[in-house]
Each structure stands twice: as structure tokens, then as C-alpha cells.
């Protein structure tokens, strides 16, 4: 079956830290780039970062340049995303999504095909 | 940083056409892509590269892109068709993905 599942989400403090995961199934995980992007509670859709097939590339909104860090283990079809220093405005529900051509680059203009169901990060004191 | 504009709302009675409109500095010249979400759902894919429909989105769905402006298009709008719908570009000069801000489709 051709999905993606997101985990590690949770209800944390500010400042602290969280590992999401997006695990994949059902197509060559390793041939495309991947994207996160997350959507505040009842808010529009942001996109946050990109990492290319082989993880040589990565890209993030200038919103968590510096605190997010992505990243994939394609051994496991996993792709990943340590939040550190958190903040409030960090509280939503992240997607992660695969693009639709297997060309494995991060920068192009490829449309995000595939979402997975998300998993929400509550930043509160 | 790249800005995108769609309308906050449009509402359309049953059976018309639905159009939403997404504006940016020479959108023409980048490639536009449409999603729809559903209440607590996650994004679908319903247009790509300006006009290009997935397999599985209806015909009913189309986009184009001109200037300053793109679009959607729903025709024969049906009660399922109402949802949140975003456009969405690359921004190459930053290498960042934009989001219009979304624009919620009402069906009267």
C-alpha cells in the first residue's frame, strides 16, 4: 500500500525538542525528494523543508532556518525532522508529502502528489 | 520573500462554476499547483503545472495561469466539491514552496 505515516508528535514546552518521523511504503522511497509542511490550527498550509533523494540537499522556510533540521535514512524508507528550540508558534499538525516525479532533486517546481495524515505539535507552557 | 493572494472566501450554488483565483508578481511564468482539503483531512493534489489533472481528479476540475493571475475552475459544482482550496508555487530565487493563504469554497 502506497503511504506515508508521520509519528512523534506531542504536547512539549517551549524550547524544547522533538524528532517527527514519516515513514513510507509502497513505492522507491530513495528515488524522490521529500517535503514537510505544516498547518497551524485553523490556519493556511506552510511549507517548511525539502531534502533531496540522497539527502545532499536541503532547504527550509526562513521561519525555522537554524532550529529544524531534515533528514532521511532511505535503509529504513524514513524520512525525518528534529524540531529543536521550539516556540508556540510552532504548534500545528506537519504533513509530510512526496513530489510527483522521481527525478530525486530537491529544487524544482514538482507538485506534492502524496500526504501523509500528519502528526500535531503542541508548543505550550 | 514570494507572496501569494487568494480570496478568503467563494461561495457558488450547485451546479455552476466555481472559480478561484490566485494572484502573484508574474505568476505567469511559474508553474501553479492546486490542492484541495477537506475538513480534518490532508491536502489532495487536484491541478498541477497549471493545468494538468492527477489521474483520479475529475475533468471537472481545471486550472490556467496568465500575468499576474492564476485560477481554478470547478464546473458543475457538487456538495462534495466544497473545501479549503490553496494554490501553490516554487519560488526559485529562494528556493522556497509558497502557499496562497487558501480560499474556502461554500456550496449554497
Known amino acids: 500500500q502506497v503511504q506515508l505515516v508521520e509519528s512523534g508528535g506531542g504536547v512539549v514546552q517551549p524550547g524544547r525538542s522533538l524528532r517527527l518521523s514519516c515513514a513510507a511504503s509502497g513505492f522507491t522511497f530513495s528515488s524522490y525528494a521529500m517535503h514537510w509542511v505544516r498547518q497551524a490550527p485553523g490556519k493556511g498550509l506552510e511549507w517548511v523543508a525539502v531534502i533531496s533523494y540522497d539527502g545532499s540537499n536541503k532547504y527550509y522556510a526562513d521561519s525555522v532556518k537554524g532550529r529544524f533540521t531534515i533528514s532521511r535514512d532511505n535503509s529504513k524508507n524514513t524520512l525525518y525532522m528534529e524540531v529543536n528550540s521550539l516556540r508556540t508558534d510552532d504548534t500545528a499538525l506537519y504533513y509530510c508529502?512526496?513530489?510527483?516525479?522521481?527525478?530525486?532533486?530537491?529544487?524544482?517546481?514538482?507538485?506534492?502528489?502524496?500526504w501523509g495524515q500528519g502528526t500535531m505539535v503542541t508548543v505550550t507552557s | 520573500s514570494y507572496v501569494l493572494t487568494q480570496p478568503p472566501s467563494v461561495s457558488v450554488a450547485p451546479g455552476q462554476t466555481a472559480k478561484i483565483t490566485c494572484g502573484g508578481n508574474n505568476i505567469g511564468s511559474k508553474s501553479v499547483n492546486w490542492y484541495q482539503q477537506k475538513s480534518g483531512q490532508a491536502p489532495v493534489l487536484v491541478v498541477h503545472?497549471?493545468?494538468d489533472r492527477p489521474s483520479g481528479i475529475p475533468e471537472r476540475f481545471s486550472g490556467s495561469n496568465s500575468g499576474n493571475a492564476a485560477s481554478l475552475a470547478i464546473s458543475t459544482v457538487e456538495a462534495g466539491d466544497e473545501a479549503d482550496y490553496y494554490c501553490?508555487?516554487?519560488?526559485?530565487?529562494?528556493?522556497?514552496?509558497?502557499f496562497g493563504g487558501g480560499t474556502k469554497l461554500t456550496v449554497l
Open positions: 508529502a512526496r513530489v510527483m516525479v522521481d527525478l530525486g532533486v530537491a529544487a524544482t517546481n514538482d507538485a506534492f502528489v502524496m
Open positions: 501553490q508555487v516554487w519560488d526559485s530565487r529562494g528556493d522556497h514552496w509558497v
Open positions: 503545472d497549471d493545468s
